[in-house]
Nanobody
Framework: QVQFVESGGGLVQPGESLRLSCATS????????MGWYRQAPGKQRTLVAV???????VYTDSVKGRFTISRDNAKNTVYLQMNSLKPEDTAVYYC????????WGQGTQVTVSS
């Protein structure tokens, strides 16, 4: 079973930045588009960003211009650079294939609060 290991979350103030990392297998990165998802308290998990083959990227409207998804195939890692963070970005962040498999990693908590 493929594993996704997310890291890099934390507690930050509005306007600050974080970079999330997701370690997975090289075969997954080679075969599939990858996505970052998030689940805010009391809400369903939603898609935040996608990295497609050919290096094209897609973002949900609320993070456009602030978040950047990237990948390092040599490190089997997908990143999410998050700038100008807002309280509404508070959530547990997950990575997965896009579209997602049925199983998920543990996620990493991002809390934006003053």
């Amino acid at each position: 079973q493929v594993q996704f290991v997310e890291s890099g979350g934390g507690l930050v103030q509005p306007g600050e930045s974080l970079r999330l990392s997701c370690a997975t297998s090289g075969s997954i990165l080679a075969l599939y588009a990858m996505g970052w998802y998030r689940q805010a308290p009391g809400k369903q998990r939603t898609l935040v960003a996608v990295y497609r083959s050919g290096s094209s990227t897609v973002y949900t409207d609320s993070v456009k211009g602030r978040f950047t998804i990237s990948r390092d195939n040599a490190k089997n890692t997908v990143y999410l650079q998050m700038n100008s963070l807002k309280p509404e970005d508070t959530a547990v962040y997950y990575c997965n294939r896009y579209p997602a498999f049925d199983y998920w990693g543990q996620g990493t908590q991002v809390t934006v609060s003053s």
